[in-house]
């Protein structure tokens, strides 16, 4: 997944491999290096909790049915385990294909939008209408704010799925 423009994605960057590796070095427990299903689901919650401060939009952590589908998929030796390396690419495939990203061009386009070109050209048309320019520039304020609130609210500006 990742960002639509810079096809970038968080879960595929180092800083993301070091929070996984200080997640896991802390939770594995017994330190054989590897983590058991409830170790992983902790794990996945603290993680969550970490990426959840830097990136908008993550999913919920993953559940205890997605882990026992990771332990599936990413264990190698079969001993329903996963080590270090595992654990990091079932973080990082969990986070690249559920987060839900912010369009930052979309964002700032919306931005711009709302705040300098909607205001000035309702301005403009309030100025060049006789019937509107008698209209306080309070009240006009208030029913184009008003106005733009409910249009606002129909249309969910920035986030999606890339």
């Known amino acids: 997944m990742g960002f639509p423009f810079f096809s970038w994605s968080f879960a595929r960057t180092h800083a993301f491999k070091l929070i996984c590796a200080a997640v896991f070095s802390r939770m594995d427990g017994d330190k054989d290096g590897k983590l058991d299903t409830h170790e992983i689901y902790y794990a996945m919650q603290d993680v969550h909790a970490k990426v959840r401060r ?19 998929e990413f264990d190698k030796e079969g001993d329903k385990t996963l080590t270090t390396a595992q654990f990091t690419e ?48 309070g009240v006009w304020g208030t029913l184009v704010g008003s106005a733009m609130q409910m249009l606002g609210a129909r249309m969910p500006l920035g986030t999606g799925r890339a």
């Open 54 to 72: 830097r990136i908008p939009g993550v999913p919920p952590p993953p559940s205890r049915h997605d882990i026992a589908k990771a332990i599936a």
């Open 90 to 137: 079932f973080a990082s495939s969990f986070f690249h294909n559920n987060v839900r990203v912010v369009n930052l061009l979309k964002v700032v386009a919306a931005a711009a939008v709302r705040f300098f070109v909607l205001p000035e050209a309702t301005n403009q048309l309030r100025l060049t209408n006789p019937v509107l320019k008698r209209v306080p520039k």
